[in-house]
Structure formats: structure tokens, C-alpha cells
T-cell receptor, first 114, second 110 residues
């Protein structure tokens, strides 16, 4: 059974800090892993999608890495800003394919203080 | 369209009434999903449609919940005889390779 865990559950940092969010999954037979951001009362915004054959993906100040064999992914946020405050979720499709029920972690709630 | 569209964005209904929530996925996305998120909770899978295959209904919490997807595109999630515990944000997503979520419908049962 695939389980996704995110650590820490909450994080508060001053503006400008670089930070790392962690995601682990129990079944390494994944097709891809996706990071999302959720603002309070809003839907999910896709940040980065990493295919199982990739080691990392970058978008602006965000960099996500994937180590399938160890069942881990990290989301690195450089030079954090107050606008980065949100809940960050990682998810993998169930069953090892590219589509299927997404299994989510419980998220890391990030607060960036001005 | 450019994204996944959900309507209504907010719905307040009386206990016992039926409600319909609509999802318009990204054109060309073969898979469509419904999730719900109760206040302060994680995402709960409800149902998954893939092409013309029979949907995966394993997440539906009771027989009051049903969903259909017409013509491989628009989907409607129906909740019959709503209860207060049905109050949540209902999120729809579609996928081809990655997943794109709509903004959700906030359902409040009073």
C-alpha cells in the first residue's frame, strides 16, 4: 500500500531563507511525482512534475529532486518570499502508472515572515 | 479550455436536499478525478474516470454519492439527501501526464 509522508508538517521562516521540504513514499514503483501548492480556501496549483526517470526539475526559485530507490523527494525553495506562504503537497499516482488515484501527503504548511 | 473549470464555486444547501457539482476538464485529458477536502483535512479520493472504462468508485463514501462523465468530457458529481458532514471543498482534476486541479466547489450544508 502506497503511503506518502511529508516532513515537517509546518515551517515558519524569515523572508530570504532557503528551505527544503521533504516527501517520502513507501512504494518506489512510481511513474512520477508531483508537487502542488494550495493557498487557503483554494484549489491546488501544480508546481513541478518529476518523471521517474528524472533526478530533478526546476522552475524559477523552485527545485524538486527525486530519489526513487530511497523513496524520497525534496522541494527546495530559494530566497523565500512572503508570497510563498501556502501548504505544499506532494503526490504520486497509485498503481505505478501515469494516471490513477493520486496519493497525497498531508502537506507542509509554510509561513514566510516579512 | 485553458484549465479545469468547476461550478458553482460556492453552494449552500439545506440538509436533505440534492446537489449537483460540475467539472469541465482540460480538452484532451483522458482522465478525470473527484476529491474532497474537509476543513483542515487532507484530500480524500472519491472517484476516477479513465476514457471509456468503468469508473473507479472505490472512494465514494456512501450510495448518496454518484458521478457521471458524459461524452468523455464534462462530469457531474451528485450528492443526494445531503448531510452536514458532506460540507467540504470538492475538487476536480484532469490528467494526461500531470494532474491539473480546478478551484473547487465549497459546499456548505446547513
Amino acid at each position: 500500500k502506497q503511503e506518502v509522508t511529508q516532513i515537517p508538517a509546518a515551517l515558519s521562516v524569515p523572508e530570504g531563507e532557503n528551505l527544503v521540504l521533504n516527501c517520502s513514499f513507501t512504494d518506489s514503483a512510481i511513474y512520477n511525482l508531483q508537487w502542488f501548492r494550495q493557498d487557503p480556501g483554494k484549489g491546488l496549483t501544480s508546481l513541478l512534475l518529476i518523471q521517474s526517470s528524472q533526478r530533478e526539475q526546476t522552475s524559477g526559485r523552485l527545485n524538486a529532486s527525486l530519489d526513487k530507490s530511497s523513496g524520497r523527494s525534496t522541494l527546495y525553495i530559494a530566497a523565500s518570499q512572503p508570497g510563498d506562504s501556502a501548504t505544499y503537497l506532494c503526490a504520486v499516482p497509485l498503481g505505478g502508472g501515469s494516471q490513477g488515484n493520486l496519493i497525497f501527503g498531508k502537506g507542509t504548511k509554510l509561513s514566510v515572515k516579512p | 479550455g485553458a484549465g479545469v473549470s468547476q461550478s458553482p464555486s460556492n453552494k449552500v444547501t439545506e440538509k436533505g436536499k440534492d446537489v449537483e457539482l460540475r467539472c469541465d476538464p482540460i480538452s484532451g485529458h483522458t482522465a478525470l478525478y473527484w476529491y474532497r477536502q474537509s476543513l483542515g483535512q487532507g484530500l480524500e479520493f472519491l472517484i476516477y474516470f479513465q476514457g471509456n472504462s468503468a469508473p473507479d468508485k472505490s472512494g465514494l463514501p456512501s450510495d448518496r454519492f454518484s458521478a457521471e462523465r458524459t461524452g468523455g468530457s464534462v462530469s457531474t458529481l451528485t450528492i443526494q439527501r445531503t448531510q452536514q458532514e458532506d460540507s467540504a471543498v470538492y475538487l476536480c482534476a484532469s490528467s494526461l501526464y500531470g494532474y491539473t486541479f480546478g478551484s473547487g466547489t465549497r459546499l456548505t450544508v446547513v
